[in-house]
């Protein structure tokens, strides 16, 4: 992995920017890991991702902590969202191919294109490290 973005983010509108950003970059089969502290941002980047991905009116994405995988039909096809806070060795490798995935407290980096570290440094601000495979 290679450390191609450092930023400093001071609210929730700077992390929708970076996840335009990032998903302008997508060719629509990645796997993006998002590493954080609870309420680092993950989950927030994620909605700034579906946003840019031009999610479908009437999904709301939610942080799949309890469902572990939450999909949403976007206009560049299909985001999926899922969280390993509670089952470290579910096996998503299936899913890989169907859409962007995107996924939290992912820990080996193996099926990883992009790695999002994202560390809350004061209330409202993130230090946010981009990595790409």
């Known amino acids: 992995m290679m450390l ?9 509108e700077d992390m929708f920017k970076l996840a335009e950003e990032i998903a302008n970059e997508l ?6 890991c998002l590493k954080g502290n609870l309420g680092a941002g ?3 980047f994620v909605k700034g991702l579906a946003k840019a ?6 999904y709301q994405v939610r942080s799949p902590t309890f469902t572990l995988v939450n999909e949403y039909p976007t206009k560049r096809g299909k985001l999926i969202h899922i969280d390993l806070y509670r089952v470290k060795d579910f096996d998503y490798t299936e899913l890989i191919g169907e859409g962007i995935i ?6 080996k980096n ?13 209330e409202n601000e993130r230090l ?3 990595f790409k495979k």
């Open 53 to 58: 991905m031009g999610i479908e009116k009437g």
């Open 128 to 130: 946010v490290k981009v």
């Open 102 to 107: 995107a996924v939290e407290w992912e820990e």
């Open 27 to 32: 060719a629509g089969k990645e796997v993006i």
């Open 110 to 122: 193996n099926n990883c294109n992009y790695v999002i570290e994202i560390e809350i440094i004061g």
């Open 42 to 44: 993950k989950t927030t």
């Open 4 to 12: 191609i973005k450092e930023l400093r983010l001071k609210s929730e």
